[in-house]
């Protein structure tokens, strides 16, 4: 079984700054962290390795500093680290990054047949949850999305069974092999590193590839000129002027604080109780 995993190496969301002219995010000066979501998903594509055998090769399109990212998975337990790196990829939307990324699994899949991908759910830098559905796109991939739990694996049949969480509720669907899996988080807890892995990280050879090695058959198709999203403006969320209400609850009832909360409620949503009473009475 050969499982990839698609990584990405972000900033670091606790410390990134707004420039207060340009409005563009400041990163300079701010530590890079495998995105936090992708983890979820390689410590799934793990736990597969540890009970059916296989491989597991983490995928990144990103800077050569992105490096660190992949030896970080490496020291994880990954088998295999591809950086997709070239500066014809620089300013790629998340159009333009699922069509490298989907190329250079297509090479991953000429060298050992790939059976499942993996991504997390979004990253935090962009938060569009866009890559994982587009590289299932144009690879042809059955795709499960925002996925809690692999249910069952079924090599033989060529299947597997997971539970996705949706809007209405929980899902339980079953698709064949090969497919492409967002995993949702909180749905496992990463391993840690042992010394000997971290040390192996430290000396592996990370395999870097341009846009030639990875396949990109059409370079109009990639970095900018694939690129037809425009970030206008990104802007920190304005403080709220409006300060917390305080209520004493020492010489009050239960039924006492509960009516008054919802006395203020009803206050600044006046149409509120209107549509809960029609809500409840139809």
Partial sequence: MHIVVCIKQVPDSAQIRVHPV???????????????????????????????G??????????????????KCVSFGADDAVL??????????????SYALAAAIRKLNSEQKVDMVFTGKQTI?????????????????????YVSRIIETDLEAG???????GEAGVQILKTALPCLITMLENTNEMRFASLPSMIHAAAYQVR???????????????????????????????????KAEMMNVETSSLRDISLNLLQSIFTVHPTLEQDLVGKFSA
């Fill in 54 to 71: 296989g491989k597991v090769t983490v995928i990144c399109m990103g800077p050569p500093q992105a490096e660190d990212a992949l030896r």
């Fill in 22 to 52: 340009t409005n563009t995010i400041m990163r300079q000066g701010v530590p890079a962290i495998v995105n936090p979501y992708d983890l979820f998903s390689l410590e799934e594509a793990l736990r597969l390795k540890d009970k059916f």
């Fill in 84 to 97: 997709v790196t070239d500066r014809a990829f620089a300013g790629a939307d998340t159009l333009a990054t």
């Fill in 208 to 242: 870097k590839w341009n846009k030639d090695d990875a396949g990109i058959e059409d370079i109009s198709k990639i970095g900018l000129k694939g690129s037809p999203t425009v970030v206008s403006r990104v802007f920190g969320p304005t403080p709220r002027s409006e």
């Fill in 125 to 145: 830098d962009g938060d569009t949850a866009q890559v994982g559905p587009g590289i299932a796109k144009r690879m042809g991939l059955q795709l499960l999305t």
């Fill in 159 to 165: 299947t597997i069974t997971v539970e996705r969480r």
